[in-house]
């Protein structure tokens, strides 16, 4: 059997001793800095989800102004190609009207000068008339 003697006693109250003066001196500071490093690590976790989450939802307004934006480009680009297009008709049609008038009055230049030359023929044939009539009969 088992026979407790003196040096066992003192053996056990050392033991029990150091665990005392060793958690009191050392594996307190350790449990503390444990705790305050567990702290850091959470209120960095916590702090870096918030950062996400601003992220997100600055990434989401960034993108909601962006097709605003594109949207906005676009009814302005409709509106420009609405505008250049009547500009275009309206161009078109001037420049139709003023050949149109530029062909009527060479027209009517040519007319002109047709009628001038029709005339002067006349006065010229007759005359020519005349004088083929004048060898003629001589």
Do not use: T
Not at 10 to 34: A, D, E, G, P, Q
Not at 122 to 136: D, T, V
């Amino acid at each position: 059997m088992l026979s407790l003697d003196a040096n066992v006693i003192v053996v056990f109250i050392i033991v029990w001793v150091l665990v005392f003066v060793l958690s009191k001196l050392f594996f307190n500071r350790v449990r503390r800095v444990r705790e305050e490093r567990e702290k850091g690590i959470s209120a960095d976790k916590r702090a870096f989800e918030k950062a996400v989450e601003s992220y997100q939802k600055s990434l989401a307004e960034i993108e909601k102004s962006v097709k605003q934006a594109r949207a906005a480009a676009e009814v302005a680009r409709e509106a420009l190609v609405a505008e250049a297009l009547l500009e275009k008709n309206r161009m078109i049609f001037e420049i139709s009207a003023e050949c149109k008038e530029r062909v009527e009055q060479a027209r009517a230049d040519l007319d002109r000068a047709v009628e001038e030359l029709k005339a002067k023929l006349e006065r010229e044939a007759s005359g020519l008339a005349e004088r083929i009539e004048k060898k003629l009969l001589n």
